[in-house]
């Protein structure tokens, strides 16, 4: 998943102005400061990104990328679980433990500038980059987490991407025979996102599981003046879980 601090800032606002709490953008600008225009992350490494969530829907908050249920004893089991949870299959989630308290309760949006994927042919591997038509940031569906580590009290917030069955576009790019299936993040449109937030039930939020439409996004092969293709940990659907 690619972010960059200038979409999350733009993002940030547009939702502040959307619901009248302009007020609030010089707080975000000042909050948003520590972030870097990162060309690509790696969701291995976990890092905070920004989200919002359904306890607070009109203000950004940062989360580590990899969730972390609440009921994880202790670093080592959260450490364990961490890697494996940076998806999350949307059709399982209320079943699945590590996310199932989540996806009932603890629902965010994700706001990304795109994301990468990789395609194999002939035997290699070519990173796509994907992002929206109208050069806007993407509002992924995510599932968040608040875990305190008992070794240092640290209360930490965590998040993982909620994904769905691909369209046609992504079929194309994410071919990986490794993996049963093609997947692709669960993509929002505006008038869906607080819908996400706010259902009541698991009937409320099947229909906001399914691919994005083709025409709303576009892929182009990664060009890097280093010759240097992103890293694999760079792709939010390495998991087939």
Excluded at 14 to 35: M, N, P, Q
Excluded at 189 to 207: I, T
């Amino acid at each position: 998943m690619c972010y960059t601090a200038k979409y999350l800032i733009e993002k940030a606002l547009k939702r502040a102005k959307h619901y009248g709490v302009s007020e609030d953008i010089v707080r975000y600008t000042e909050e948003l400061k520590r972030f870097k225009d990162h060309e690509r992350v790696s969701g291995f490494t976990h890092p905070e990104i920004i989200i919002y969530t359904n306890q607070a829907p009109y203000h950004p908050i940062l989360s580590h990328w990899g969730l972390i249920p609440h009921w994880a004893k202790n670093e080592f089991q959260a450490k364990n679980i961490w890697n494996k949870t940076l998806n999350a299959r949307g059709e399982t989630i209320f079943e699945k433990p590590a996310f199932k308290n989540s996806a009932k309760e603890k629902r965010c949006l994700i706001p990304v500038a795109g994301f990468y994927e990789f395609h194999h042919t002939n035997k290699k591997t070519i990173p796509y980059y994907i992002k929206s038509n109208d050069e806007q940031p993407l509002m992924l569906a995510g599932l968040w987490s608040e875990w305190t580590n008992i070794d240092t009290g640290e209360l930490m917030n965590t998040c993982s991407i909620v994904t769905t069955s691909a369209n046609q576009l992504m079929k194309k790019i994410h071919n990986n025979p490794k993996l049963n299936e093609s997947r692709m993040p669960v993509i929002l449109d505006q008038s869906e996102e607080d819908e996400w937030l706010n259902a009541r039930s698991k009937d409320n939020l099947q229909h906001l599981i399914k691919p994005y439409p083709d025409k709303l996004i576009s892929a182009k092969p990664y060009v890097d003046n280093s010759k240097k293709a992103p890293e694999t940990g760079a792709l939010p659907f390495l998991f087939d879980d």
